[in-house]
């Protein structure tokens, strides 16, 4: 489906970013690896993209900040010359309730998670330029639900959902088609952080969901795909939420 396509999925060295990456390579896509600390991470994601048949670069870049995020985009222009998809994958932050957030973890958490979004969009957009493409933000039901200690990072999703909206009308017109992935709880290294405190053992409520198991960093992946794919064209600026239909019920009641 992607033969020729070059996609950038940023934070792909390990865990929903790594799937999405590798799903976009197996249906033919040359792949940007981007990751932050993870070098060896990165690396074994390329490897294992490129023994798909396709290629891969690796770039390291916090996208929280703008020049290096700048660099990413000039690096990924030189080397390919366009860009037809752009997943914004990366997240960062700190456990902290909103009594004790304070400017240095807001800033940390709103820059990788949601300014990155909107400026790797207006980069991408550009290279672009012609021929249309794809940008997909990858959220949470954190934006909405309210979860102990993800004040920040449940703001800052809520912040990219609502770029989300008005990028996908801003965009429509050149062709580019701006959309969104919210998950529920997956096993990720940082999903696990999170669903610690108080929430262990076999009926914690994430372990299940109407549908009768937990979402997988595939089944988002699979999703991403679709967006990215041309049955697609004609959804503009939506949230798809992918959560086996968990945030419908009332918590808990699944196990009881
Ligand atoms: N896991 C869940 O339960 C869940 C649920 C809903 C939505 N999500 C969303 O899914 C996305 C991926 O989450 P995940 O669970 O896969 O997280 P993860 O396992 O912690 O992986 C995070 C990825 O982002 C990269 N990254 C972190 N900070 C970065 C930065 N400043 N610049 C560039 N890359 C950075 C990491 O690279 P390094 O390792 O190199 O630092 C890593 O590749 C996030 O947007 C998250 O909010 C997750």
């Known amino acids: 489906m992607f033969e020729g396509k070059v996609a950038l999925v940023t934070g792909s060295s390990r865990g929903i970013g790594r799937e999405i990456a590798l799903r976009l390579a197996r249906e033919g896509a040359d792949i940007i690896v981007n990751y932050f600390r993870r070098r ?26 703008p020049e290096r995020l700048g660099e990413m985009f000039d690096a990924i222009s030189e080397r390919f010359g366009r860009l037809d998809i752009f997943v914004s994958n990366a997240a960062s932050g700190l456990p ?3 009594f004790d957030l304070d400017e240095k973890v807001w800033g940390w958490t709103m820059d990788i998670n949601a300014r990155a979004f909107l400026l790797g969009a207006q980069r991408a957009a550009k290279l672009m330029e012609g021929r249309g493409g794809k940008i997909v ?19 800052s999703k809520a912040t990219l959902e609502a770029l ?9 017109p050149q062709d580019i088609c701006v959309n969104g992935v919210a998950a529920s709880f997956i096993p990720t290294e940082v999903g ?34 679709f967006l990215c794919g041309d049955d697609s064209f ?3 600026g939506q949230m798809i939420i992918v959560d086996g239909g968990f945030s419908l019920t009332p918590i808990g009641s699944l196990n009881g």
């Open 40 to 65: 060896e991470a990165a690396e074994e994601t390329a490897r294992d993209i490129e023994k798909l048949g396709v290629k891969a670069a690796v770039i390291r870049a916090n996208v929280g900040e």
């Open 96 to 98: 902290r309730s909103g």
């Open 137 to 155: 933000a990858i959220s949470s039901l954190g934006s909405r639900l309210v979860w102990p200690g993800y004040t920040a990072i449940g703001v």
């Open 164 to 172: 989300v909206r008005y990028l996908g009308v801003e965009m429509a």
């Open 192 to 225: 696990l952080s999170y669903a610690g405190s108080g929430q262990e053992g076999e009926n914690a409520p994430w372990k299940t969901t109407p549908a009768g198991r937990m979402v997988s960093a595939e089944d988002v992946a699979g999703v991403v795909a």
């Open 234 to 236: 004609m959804i503009r």
